[in-house]
């Protein structure tokens, strides 16, 4: 069975067991664990559009992913890209690629927005989805994060993290910036494989909200060393 907590090296180590030792795709774990996010996502309820804020990475990936499979169930889905497209890279260029040839409804911020115009987007949203930053985020945070984050805590709007609530580091369990504990403060976090070491901080839950572990289709086999087929 997968532990109960991984660390930020266990994470990165899992995806790389999946894709290299199992030949398990990096984009399939993309779209198992997007699928799962918008499956609970709809069991919570959805009264509303959804809008999706995105970073370059794979966490802005599994958002990409995510637009595909609410757009598919009927709900009014909006995402807003906080980064140039050329940035993007592997999976996460790819599902968005996927996006724009669908005719998705998408913004891109190649620089960092006012917090105003941020509002502006955000001010419809029954959630907003937070696919910003992921598990190996450290140090300070850079713009337009900070203006992003802030806007979304300022939104008074549900907020549903994709992994980790962005700001949040893995293993501490407090926002990386803790002088001014810049972090999302979510109402739940879909987190991928197991929970996540920092989540068991005493301090952890007033960022992650309601924390439930998404299945992405890795093997069990992974965690217990059991034999695999070639």
Request: proline fraction near 5%; aromatic fraction near 6%.
């Amino acid at each position: 069975m997968p532990p109960t907590t991984i660390s930020r090296k266990s994470v990165r180590e899992v995806d790389r067991r999946a894709i290299e030792d199992y030949g398990l795709p990096g984009i399939v774990l993309m779209e198992n664990a997007a699928r799962g996010c918008v499956d609970w996502l709809c069991e919570l309820g959805i009264n509303g559009p959804v809008v999706i804020c995105a970073g370059k990475g794979n966490n802005g990936g599994d958002g990409f992913v995510m637009a595909r499979h609410l757009t598919n169930r009927g709900i009014s889905t909006r995402v807003l890209l906080f980064a140039r497209e050329d940035e993007l890279r592997g999976d996460a260029a790819i599902n968005w690629n996927v996006l724009r040839r669908a005719g998705a409804n998408c913004t891109v911020f190649s620089d960092t927005p006012s917090a105003e115009a941020i509002a502006k987007e955000l001010s419809h949203a029954d959630w907003i989805i937070d696919a910003l930053l992921g598990t190996g985020t450290q140090g300070s945070l850079r713009e337009p994060y900070r203006t992003v984050i802030e806007a979304i805590n300022n939104s008074l709007r549900r907020v549903f993290a994709v992994d980790l609530p962005s700001g949040l580091d893995c293993d501490s369990g407090l926002p990386v910036e803790r002088a001014n504990e810049l972090c999302i403060a979510a109402t739940v976090t879909a987190t991928f494989v197991a929970r996540k070491q920092g989540f068991d901080h005493p301090c952890a839950t007033r960022y992650t909200g309601i924390v439930r572990v998404i299945d992405i289709g890795v093997p069990v086999s992974m965690f217990d060393n059991s034999p695999r087929r070639s």
